[in-house]
C-alpha cells in the first residue's frame, strides 16, 4: 500500500493575478501553517506553467481565466474524510485564518473545489 491509501484529498483551482502572485504565495504560506498545525497531512500550492485553453473545457475556461492572471491549482491531504472534517473547523474557527474576501489575493467567486477519496495510487 502507498502512503496515499485510504487517505482523503481536497482539491483548488483558482485564477490569481500574476501581480498577485507573491502575496498569493505568502498567504497560502499561511494557510497552510494552519492547516498543518491542526492536521493535514500535506499542503501544496502549484502555479500554472503549461496550462491551455481546451477546445471544449480546460482550467482557464473553467475558472475564466484573464489575460492577466494564472491557474494555480492546490490540494490538501488528510488522514480520512472525517479528519479533514475535523481539521477544515478548526482552520475555519482560529482567528489567523482570515476569511475576508477582500483580503484575499485572487477572485474567490471564481475558484473551486472538492472534496475526493483516493482511487488509485502507482
Given amino acids: 500500500m502507498g502512503k496515499y491509501a485510504g487517505k482523503y484529498v481536497d482539491g483548488f ?3 490569481v493575478p500574476k ?8 498567504q497560502a504560506e499561511e494557510m497552510g501553517k494552519l492547516w498543518r498545525e491542526y492536521g493535514a497531512l500535506e499542503y501544496i500550492e502549484c502555479v500554472g506553467d503549461d496550462v491551455k485553453p481546451g477546445k471544449v473545457t480546460s482550467f482557464p475556461q ?12 492546490s490540494w490538501i491531504v488528510y488522514e480520512s474524510r472525517e479528519q479533514r472534517d475535523k481539521v477544515n473547523e478548526k482552520v475555519m474557527k ?6 475576508d474576501p477582500k ?3 485572487f477572485d474567490g467567486a471564481r475558484m473551486f473545489w472538492g472534496g475526493f477519496k483516493v482511487l488509485l495510487e502507482l
Fill in 94 to 99: 482560529d482567528p489567523r485564518a482570515n476569511m
Fill in 19 to 26: 501581480k498577485n502572485l507573491e502575496k498569493y504565495r505568502q
Fill in 13 to 15: 483551482i483558482v485564477p
Fill in 103 to 105: 483580503t484575499f489575493a
Fill in 62 to 73: 473553467a475558472i475564466k481565466l484573464e489575460d492577466d492572471e494564472v491557474v494555480v491549482f
